[in-house]
């Protein structure tokens, strides 16, 4: 992948300093962003299913911090997700178990057969919400504006897709569905350039557009810069397909641009 393009995935950006004035203006004019672009998003779609029940048991105390180690238990129709939270950064576990429809199994950190089992050392985060048959995980923390999320499909257990995107909380994140019935994901994905737009617009742009699938789109204006900063963080929105296979299309609306971490 040329270094211009790198696109920031993986979930595990867990940041160890204090990011400072600069950083912490820049974050904050990225969840700035981030609520108004939630509230564009918000209009063109649906947000994630509403479990039929919740269960958390409490486990007993924490080893890690004052709280209590717990077990959620979210029951969808055809599915069952748990996470094991112990009080330390991010889910011990996280597990999709299939159910019969009708059926409530035990909320137990035991794990059954056919469970699909996705340790904590594999994808530092928490459960984040399921649509239809997707059960999708964010990162515990967030990194250049911008916070991982893992998509898995709860029939297999396998990841089908991840990416990057602004958050702002439950809304960072919208759906739409086809007449058919397959689900497509927006929200504002975050795409990390070492290319530095406002020292070299034209060059730098073209570059970007060309990545990103942007042709069409004029470029953003951007913000919180300071003299020796380099590199350029764009967000802008997209459309993922989720079905039959994930594919990024690039959609009308704002583009922003700050400066990386």
Same mark, same amino acid.
């Given at each position: &992948?040329? *270094?211009?393009?790198?696109?920031?995935?993986?979930?595990?950006?867990?940041?160890?300093?204090?990011?400072?004035?600069?950083?912490?203006?820049?974050?904050?004019?990225?969840?700035?962003?981030?609520?108004?672009?939630?509230?564009?998003?918000?209009?063109?779609?649906?947000?994630?299913?509403?479990?039929?029940?919740? =269960? %958390?048991?409490?486990?007993?105390?924490?080893?890690?911090?004052?709280?209590?180690?717990?077990?959620?238990?979210?029951?969808? *129709?055809?599915?069952?997700?748990?996470?094991?939270?112990?009080?330390?950064?991010? $889910?011990?576990?996280?597990?999709?178990? @299939?159910?019969?429809?009708?059926?409530?199994?035990?909320?137990?950190?035991?794990?059954?057969?056919?469970?699909? %089992?996705?340790?904590?050392?594999?994808?530092?985060?928490?459960?984040?919400? !399921?649509?239809?048959?997707?059960?999708?995980?964010?990162?515990?923390?967030?990194?250049?504006?911008?916070?991982?999320? !893992?998509?898995?499909? $709860? =029939?297999?257990?396998?990841?089908?897709?991840?990416?990057?995107?602004?958050?702002?909380?439950?809304?960072?994140?919208?759906?739409?569905?086809?007449?058919?019935?397959?689900?497509?994901?927006?929200?504002?994905?975050?795409?990390?350039?070492?290319?530095?737009?406002?020292?070299?617009? $034209?060059?730098?742009?073209?570059? +970007?557009?060309?990545?990103?699938?942007?042709?069409?789109?004029?470029?953003?204006?951007?913000?919180?810069?300071?003299?020796? &900063?380099?590199?350029? %963080? +764009?967000?802008? @929105?997209?459309?993922?397909?989720?079905? @039959?296979?994930?594919? %990024?299309?690039?959609?009308?609306?704002?583009? =922003?641009?700050?400066?990386?971490?």
């Amino acid at each position: &992948m040329h *270094p211009d393009s790198r696109i920031v995935r993986g979930g595990f950006f867990l940041r160890k300093k204090p990011l400072g004035d600069g950083g912490s203006r820049r974050i904050a004019g990225a969840l700035a962003f981030a609520a108004f672009l939630a509230l564009a998003l918000a209009a063109r779609g649906e947000s994630f299913d509403t479990p039929l029940y919740e =269960r %958390v048991v409490d486990l007993g105390p924490s080893p890690y911090s004052n709280g209590r180690i717990k077990l959620t238990c979210d029951y969808y *129709p055809s599915f069952m997700v748990k996470q094991l939270d112990t009080g330390k950064e991010g $889910a011990e576990w996280f597990a999709i178990v @299939p159910e019969r429809r009708g059926y409530l199994s035990a909320c137990t950190r035991v794990h059954r057969a056919a469970e699909k %089992v996705i340790q904590g050392r594999d994808w530092c985060g928490y459960f984040q919400g !399921a649509k239809q048959d997707f059960v999708f995980l964010s990162a515990c923390d967030a990194y250049n504006g911008g916070l991982d999320f !893992a998509v898995y499909d $709860a =029939r297999t257990g396998a990841g089908v897709f991840q990416d990057t995107a602004v958050d702002a909380a439950s809304g960072g994140l919208q759906f739409t569905r086809a007449p058919d019935g397959a689900v497509s994901l927006l929200y504002s994905r975050v795409a990390v350039f070492d290319c530095t737009l406002p020292r070299d617009p $034209a060059g730098c742009w073209s570059r +970007i557009e060309g990545k990103l699938g942007l042709e069409n789109a004029a470029a953003p204006n951007c913000t919180a810069y300071e003299k020796q &900063m380099t590199g350029s %963080v +764009i967000a802008y @929105p997209v459309e993922v397909a989720l079905q @039959p296979a994930p594919q %990024v299309r690039a959609v009308p609306g704002p583009i =922003r641009c700050w400066p990386p971490e």
